[in-house]
């Protein structure tokens, strides 16, 4: 009956990721319902805690966009390439690292990668090399964002103070030098672009050469009025968010009770609750203080965005945390000895489920789980954290799809075999040293 439950499983995010937008968000429920009333299995609770942590962030960073405030950033970023075009390979992937970090989406890379392209391009660099190690540095930097939703989804389920210190000391160094090393297996990448056949042939249509050759400097948008002034409330709202993660003290406490929700049993305010109350307060003050509309921020594309994620998350979590509560011991079984006579192995667990999820946070939520009732240490937990981003596998993300539509040299493409495309290279580089790195790290400091 297991491998039969867990071929539904399979089939429902297979097919959801097909589907794409809130495909795997309605498919999970389908699946749902088909463990509940086909083999009665008792449904667990649904992901709660990570449906209001999105709701959160991704509204906060919607109220950025709406102010001006990630133009603003992108502006930083765009002139930091420009200043160097001949390294574009190593700073652009940097550049968009730091820029998602402080973000704590990926999505923001959209705005950048035309950028890297044309730069390359200009350049004769085949932008292949900068675009697939700056997708794969975007996702890269949430595991390790104090603002991103898979960040805050582990430092809930580690649940111990100073969770979130940790895992930012950890993964911020292992996911710069993760980087580092995508950039290293891609700097001598394919042909040279004047060697390209490919490029050579587009060459020779005169309006086409016409466009790369045309000198172009910054994009040159005029920065909105209040959008520095929400960059700094947004880093004010980041740093209040590190510090209640740091020092739990300075927490209100309301005494030992049962614990929910918004409230741990120790009496001390839940991360959940932290993150929510700073986040949308911070949305409010630059709502207030920028002069932006509230209306403004809900037609903006990151709050667009929202809907989907919290579909995707709440349905494909609750059904992958159904199957996992009602087969427990089972997988505990199953898995239990080979992962802690060998703990680097949930790593592997962790990719691979990674590769069909397309949601960091709904991979978090869904094994991190298995993994404390495996009795692992959070040094474990915290280093195997880089391998979330692994749908970088099957090239469907949008980040990749967009990097593949900015290059118009043709060099950023997806093999004949799917496999086989621009991203697997620099993506898995970056995850053996960013974990490789973390363990080093986590025996360290932990």
């Given at each position: 009956m297991f491998w039969i439950e867990f071929a539904v499983l399979l089939v429902m995010i297979l097919i959801g990721s097909r589907m794409k937008g809130i495909g795997l968000g309605v498919?999970?429920?389908?699946?749902?319902v088909i463990f509940v009333f086909a083999f009665h299995m008792k449904p667990s609770n649904p992901p709660l805690d990570v449906m209001l942590i999105i709701i959160a962030i991704v509204t906060t960073a919607a109220t950025l966009q709406a102010s001006g405030g990630l133009d603003y950033l992108v502006s930083l970023a765009e002139k930091v390439i420009r200043s160097n075009p001949s390294n574009v390979t190593f700073i652009a992937p940097f550049a968009t690292y730091v820029l998602c970090l402080f973000a704590g989406t990926s999505h923001i890379v959209y705005s950048i990668l035309p950028i890297i392209s044309e730069v390359a391009t200009k350049k004769r660099i085949r932008p292949e090399r900068p675009l697939s190690a700056s997708v794969i540095a975007s996702h890269l930097a949430l595991t390790g964002s104090p603002i991103s939703a898979c960040t805050a989804a582990l430092v809930v389920l580690l649940g111990y103070p100073g969770a979130l210190f940790d895992v930012m000391m950890i993964s911020i160094p292992a996911g710069l030098l993760g980087t580092l090393a995508a950039c290293f297996v891609v700097r001598k990448k394919g042909l040279e672009l004047n060697?390209?056949?490919?490029?050579?042939?587009?060459?020779?249509?005169?309006?086409?050469?016409?466009?790369?050759?045309?000198?172009?400097?910054?994009?040159?948008?005029?920065?909105?009025?209040?959008?520095?002034?929400?960059v700094m409330i947004f880093s004010i709202?980041?740093?209040?968010?590190?510090?209640?993660?740091?020092?739990?003290?300075?927490?209100?406490?309301?005494g030992p009770g049962q614990e929910d929700l918004v409230v741990k049993s120790d009496g001390t305010v839940s991360m959940v609750t932290v993150i929510c109350l700073i986040t949308l307060a911070a949305s409010a003050a630059m709502m207030l203080i920028t002069k932006t509309s509230a209306v403004t921020v809900t037609q903006v594309s990151?709050?667009?965005?929202?809907?989907?994620?919290?579909?995707?998350?709440?349905?494909?979590?609750?059904?992958?945390s159904t199957f996992m509560e009602n087969n427990s011991e089972v997988i505990k079984e199953s898995l239990g000895s080979i992962v802690n006579a060998h703990p680097w192995t949930?790593?592997?667990?962790?990719?691979?489920?990674?590769?069909?999820?397309?949601?960091?946070?709904a991979t978090v939520k869904t094994l991190i789980p298995l993994g404390i009732a495996l009795g692992l240490s959070p040094l474990v937990l915290i280093a195997s954290f880089p391998t979330v981003n692994s749908f970088y596998v099957l090239p469907g993300y949008p980040t990749l799809l967009a990097a593949i539509n900015f290059d118009r040299t043709g060099s950023t493409k997806i093999g004949k075999y799917v496999v086989n495309h621009s991203f697997n290279r620099p993506g898995f580089a970056s995850t053996i040293v960013a974990v490789s790195v973390g363990f080093l790290l986590g025996f360290l400091i932990l």
């Open positions: 498919m999970g429920i389908f699946g749902l060697e390209d056949p490919l490029f050579l042939e587009k060459m020779k249509n005169p309006e086409f050469a016409k466009t790369i050759d045309t000198s172009s400097e910054s994009s040159g948008n005029k920065v909105k009025a209040g959008a520095k002034t929400s709202a980041i740093l209040l968010i590190v510090v209640a993660g740091a020092f739990p003290d300075v927490l209100p406490n309301f990151l709050f667009s965005s929202m809907a989907s994620a919290t579909i995707s998350v709440f349905g494909v979590v609750w059904m992958a949930f790593a592997i667990a962790l990719f691979a489920l990674g590769i069909i999820m397309f949601s960091q946070a």
